[in-house]
């Protein structure tokens, strides 16, 4: 399942991403330390998160996941979106708190 | 080959340009993608520090088939105590970094973690430098 398939799947939009909405999710990962997250979240995963600042994006370019998701209905900044497009990190966006929004996509990739 | 970056003091924004060139430039080179990660780790963790802590700083990278060398050099405040510096969880972050998803005690700790080798000189009021060493397995 590729990262747009997941936002369709699981009923959450894309705020970023262009390419990289064709990735391939293979597992989810959920953290808000981003110095846990960026030795921690798997290559290709969907990487739940609250944190909707411009850190989070080199966190997921360098870590390498598949897409970030902004749970609990947080909204990305303005430096975020921006740093999401030039760098091309999806960026997904999901009313429901970090937990439902984990297993709604584990959920998906299982499927 | 050598790469040499500035990293700004207190840009937030700016900090990820010398980890992300260096990972780009290693994945154009063909390193495996565990070394690059190390690399980029230790390499973001280092440039946050100096956002966070220093007022920027100088990131000096050499790549060699067999390890890449990252010298991190900074003019800030120094670290008194390096042994407490580098506990897990220790941290003198502002509150405004922490909301960003930092200042978690775990810069210094992850690298050295990821690092294969490390070395820390710092002087109060002079500034201080990183080296670290990640071998091409």
């Known amino acids: 399942m590729n990262v747009k398939e997941l936002a369709r799947t699981c009923g959450f939009s894309a705020a970023a991403g262009n390419a990289s909405l064709q990735r391939p ?13 960026m030795g921690r979240a798997p290559e290709d995963s ?7 600042n411009i850190n989070s994006v080199a966190v997921a370019s360098l870590a390498d996941v ?6 609990d209905g947080v909204q990305p900044d303005e430096a975020m ?6 760098q091309d990190i999806a960026v997904l966006l999901s009313d429901r708190p970090a937990f439902e929004t984990g ?7 299982r499927a | 080959m050598t790469l040499n970056f500035v990293v700004p003091g207190d840009d937030f924004t700016r900090a990820g340009e010398a980890s992300g060139a260096v990972k780009q430039k290693m994945k154009q080179l063909g390193f495996p993608s ?4 190390k690399v980029s780790i230790a390499l973001y963790e280092g440039e946050i520090n100096m956002v ?27 670290i008194a105590d390096i042994e407490q510096a580098m506990q897990d969880g220790f941290s003198t972050a502002p509150d405004h970094v922490r909301d960003l998803g930092f200042g978690a005690g775990m810069g210094l700790p992850n690298m050295k973690k990821y690092s294969d080798e490390f070395h820390l ?3 109060v009021g002079v500034g201080t430098t990183v080296r670290m060493r990640i071998y091409n397995h």
């Open chain 2, 52 to 78: 966070i802590h220093a007022g920027g700083g100088q990131v000096d990278v050499e790549i060699s088939q067999d390890a890449i060398d990252l010298v991190l050099t900074d003019h800030g405040p120094g």
């Open chain 1, 25 to 37: 999710v293979t597992s989810v990962y959920c953290c808000d330390l981003l110095s846990f997250a």
């Open chain 2, 34 to 37: 565990d070394v690059i990660r």
């Open chain 1, 103 to 109: 297993l709604a996509i584990h959920e998906a990739i």
């Open chain 2, 121 to 123: 000189e710092s002087e």
């Open chain 1, 66 to 71: 598949a897409c970030i998701v902004l749970s």
């Open chain 1, 81 to 86: 979106l921006t740093k999401a497009q030039q």
């Open chain 1, 46 to 52: 969907a990487w739940i998160t609250v944190m909707g």
